[in-house]
């Protein structure tokens, strides 16, 4: 029962701290008269509302995994023998440049970069570097239907 009453504390020590970083919590002191105080506590909802939103954003970003390596994943909108442009599902545009060592595939088996088409679905696995997103590796999920 004291382990669980120390989580449950610890819990909302950090909640608490979180809400007064974020500012969705302040506190206001004023002296009324020599004998009486006056504490006000004023919860900032628009403030909570807009930091849930940015958060559920952020999950739904099409880039996971951590700041080094990203996934993109999308339709080719144009393809060269330098670069990627991928449309993603929210109708994003994502650059991602090719390096002499990304490793193309379609269905297991290794294509050359070339044989990407426009309209094909991707996955990409992609580095950040000097000149933005660097695949380090595309998976061709289907071939358009043009090609």
Do not use: C, Y
Not at 71 to 76: E, F, I, N, Q, Y
Not at 128 to 139: C, D, K, L, P, V
């Amino acid at each position: 029962m004291r382990v669980l009453t120390l989580i449950v504390l610890a819990v909302l020590v950090v909640v608490a701290v979180v809400a007064f970083n974020r500012k969705w919590v302040t506190f206001d002191w004023a002296n009324k008269d020599d004998s009486k105080s006056e504490a006000t506590v004023t919860v900032d909802r628009e403030k909570i509302s807009e930091d849930v939103a940015a958060a559920k954003k952020s999950a739904r970003q099409t880039f996971t995994r951590d700041a080094a390596t990203t996934t993109v994943r999308g339709t080719v909108a144009t393809v060269n023998n330098e670069m990627v442009q991928i449309r993603t599902a929210d109708s994003q545009t994502v650059d991602v440049r090719l390096r002499p060592d990304t490793d193309v595939r379609r269905a297991e088996q290794r294509i050359k970069p070339g044989e990407i088409v426009v309209g094909d679905e991707v996955s990409v696995e992609a580095d950040h570097g000097a000149q933005g997103q660097e695949a380090r590796s595309i998976t061709v999920l289907t071939k358009h239907k043009d090609s």
